[in-house]
């Protein structure tokens, strides 16, 4: 049996690849984001290249400093990353309350961008590697919301781990008014994307 990790700790993409079935471990990256472009879709798919490929380069050194602990198997590691950008600003999660209550207040009654980037990497039983790379946006339009509101939601700390300080699948749902694109992607990982996208180049997540 094959194997594939999870390279975020989120328990939000945990969740949607339990929800679709896959078998998988978790093994969050844990190294300092290093961003060197400004475009959304250009940040998170770096951003994720970097968590995958570190994760990668964990597997690959266990494997060659334990090979009595492991058995020969073709690895897929998923690394994901996801912001929210609006007016050209890319807002990623809260330094703190204040700064969760300024973001929240900019995206009220606006249209604003979702961008997940997604890098699968893929060591062989022989320790080749390769790699694929995609990023999938979503539009989010949210409905006027009042002081009180942005207090209450932030007061629920719930804001405060997620880009753009807000959950859509949590209690901020009563203030959004319309998605165009996945859901899942603002959620934090467009997995019918991931699925159809390995299937592109060969790869049926079910048969791994």
Not at 78 to 100: M, S
Not at 118 to 132: A, L, N, P, S, W
Not at 161 to 178: F, N
């Amino acid at each position: 049996m094959n194997q594939i990790i999870l390279a975020s700790g989120s328990p939000r993409r945990k969740e949607l690849l339990e929800q679709i079935g896959l078998e998988f471990e978790i093994c969050p990256a844990k190294g300092e984001e290093i961003i060197t472009k400004t475009i959304p879709e250009e940040v998170v798919m770096e951003l994720s290249r970097q968590k995958a490929e570190e994760v990668a380069g964990m597997v690959s050194a266990y494997g060659e400093n334990h090979s009595e602990l492991t058995t020969p198997q073709d690895i897929l590691v998923i690394g994901a990353d996801t912001v929210v950008a609006y007016d050209g600003q890319i807002l990623g999660k809260p330094k703190d309350r204040e700064h969760a209550m300024e973001m929240l207040r900019m995206l009220s009654g606006h249209t604003h961008s979702v961008y997940t980037g997604v890098t699968c990497v893929f060591i062989d039983k022989k320790g080749r590697c390769g790699e694929h790379i995609f990023y999938e946006k979503t539009d989010v339009t949210m409905y006027p919301m009042t002081e009180t509101e942005i207090q209450r939601y932030v007061d629920t700390g719930e804001p405060m781990d997620k880009a753009g300080s807000y959950g859509i699948q949590g209690r901020c749902a009563i203030h959004v008014k319309e998605i165009r694109g996945d859901y899942n992607n603002v959620v934090g990982l467009p997995v019918s994307r991931l699925y159809q996208e390995l299937l592109g180049i060969g790869i049926d997540l079910y048969l791994w």
